[in-house]
């Protein structure tokens, strides 16, 4: 739990959503194995209330499935309940998730009056090339379109990219962030794919027709497609899918999936800042870099990967990362000299 903010999450799982995208296992993906209802809704929000808010702002959050593609009967259900714990105080606000396809000026009004704060729209790519070969159903014109519509109703705007999609690429990747970039969303969720069993995507890797997108590809991919964002101003709010017991335990029978991804895309970004610092000073044995003690482990990388690989790189005898006040993911050159070993 954050201090700025506690999510609530309710699962819709593949509710309302006519396509089948050749990655999507909802119910394997969230974790929900039955469809939400009202009462969903209301012990999700008890639950929450029964833990101390620690200056926290509760969120009420629908994932999975096309939200606003389920029949209007249920969306009113779950919205309805989900007022009823905005108007009494015990959340703060509602987002939900759909797709662009799924959106117009009557459904956004709709969501507005039911108290509605944010909307996330699940673009995953902006070549209709990939979408096509993905099977999403919408094309990039229609997220444009749908992600326009949400802003100018009021909304906040999340957007969600994959990468590693049937038919992508780097260059693709890179031009489909920044096509999102230009729609001014207030968020970004990047998340490479994971092949689960019983896809279509799993039958086409099983059957050698799609090449796994593996965690090395996200790594080293995300590591470019993460500056891009935060230098455009841009928060990236997750990378890579949330760990649930079923993915860990088998579901994720191949792909990008790793707990801990978006440490090990911060510790690639480091360690080529590092490479690029070590090419600029050259080197004499022995090195040693500052960095913002949140980011020592980083630059380290996961048992020492990131000094080893760049002792080796540039026969260094030892390289030693020293804690320095510095912002967020800056690291300096410190002259050895100066340096006492930590």
């Known amino acids: 739990m954050s201090a700025r903010a506690y999510i609530i999450p309710v699962f819709v799982p593949h ?4 396509h089948a995208c050749v990655f999507c296992d909802q119910r394997r993906i969230s974790g929900a194995q039955t469809p939400a209802t009202a009462e969903t809704v209301r012990e999700a929000v008890e639950r929450a209330a029964a833990l101390p808010r620690n200056g926290a702002k ?7 499935g096309s939200f606003t593609a389920i029949p209007e009967t249920e969306q009113t259900a779950l919205l309805a309940a989900a007022r009823e714990a905005l108007d009494a105080g ?17 459904v956004l009004k709709r969501l507005r009056a039911c108290g509605v704060e944010t909307v996330e729209l699940g673009a995953q790519s902006m070549d209709d090339e990939v979408l096509r070969l993905s099977g999403r159903g919408h094309t990039a014109a229609d997220v444009e379109k749908a992600a326009r519509l949400v802003k100018a109703a009021g909304f906040r705007l999340i957007l969600q990219m994959m990468t590693g999609l049937p038919g992508d690429t780097d260059e693709k990747s890179l031009e489909t962030a920044r096509r999102l970039i230009a729609l ?3 968020g970004v969720r990047i998340y ?4 689960v069993r019983e896809t279509e995507l799993y039958r086409l890797w099983r059957a050698g027709v799609y090449r796994e997108h593996t965690v090395e590809d996200a790594v080293r991919l995300c590591a470019k497609l993460l500056p891009l964002f935060e230098s455009a101003g841009v928060p990236v709010i997750r990378l890579g899918l949330n760990p649930t017991e079923e993915l860990s335990g088998g579901a994720a029978a191949a792909g990008a999936y790793h707990p801990a ?5 911060r510790s690639r970004i480091l360690y080529e800042k590092a490479r690029n610092l070590l090419r600029e000073h050259g080197t004499r044995g022995r090195a040693c870099i500052g960095v913002d ?19 080796e790189e540039f026969g260094l005898e030892e390289l030693q990362v020293r804690q320095t006040p510095l912002k967020n993911e800056e690291i300096c050159w410190i002259p050895v000299e100066k340096t006492a070993e930590i």
């Open 58 to 64: 509760r969120q009420l959050a629908f994932y999975g």
């Open 15 to 18: 509710l309302g959503c006519g």
């Open 261 to 265: 991804l978006g440490e090990l895309v």
């Open 90 to 106: 015990m959340i703060e606000s509602i987002r939900l998730s759909t797709r662009p396809d799924a959106v117009d000026e009557n």
């Open 192 to 195: 490479p794919t994971v092949i």
């Open 184 to 186: 001014e969303p207030d």
């Open 293 to 311: 003690p949140r980011r020592t482990s980083q630059l380290v990388g996961q048992h020492r990967e990131n000094v080893r690989r760049l002792c």
